[in-house]
């Protein structure tokens, strides 16, 4: 059974980073691209990033290009997600997304 999961969130004062992990198993991780989501209360899902299964190309809404950075590690089978200037908008929580498959998410909060 594949699972995604995710990790690193947490809260964090505005301005500051945070790295979110996505780690995945039993699952052919080189073939697929990987994107990330996040969803606030009561709002929809949206795009955050996404990057190709080779992970030569990346993709960011562009509420966060120039702030997040997404990247792809084949060989750990893992995607991770550099967030860096965050602000209290960016709380949410971040899925991971590979295929078919979801994580279940992993809290971000962007509070003083």
């Known amino acids: 059974q594949v699972q995604v999961v995710e990790s690193g969130g947490g809260l964090v004062q505005p301005g500051g980073s945070l790295k979110l992990s996505c780690e995945v198993s039993?699952?052919?991780?080189?073939?697929?691209?990987l994107t990330w989501y996040r969803q606030a209360p009561g709002k929809k899902r949206e795009f955050v990033a996404s990057i190709r299964s080779t992970g030569d190309a990346a993709f960011y809404s562009d509420s966060v290009r120039g702030r997040f950075t997404i990247s792809k590690d084949n060989v750990a089978k893992r995607g991770y997600l550099e967030m860096s200037s965050l602000k209290p908008e960016d709380s949410a929580v971040y899925y991971c997304n590979l295929g078919n498959y979801w994580g279940q998410g992993t809290q971000v909060t962007i509070s003083s």
């Open positions: 039993r699952f052919a991780f080189v073939s697929y691209g």
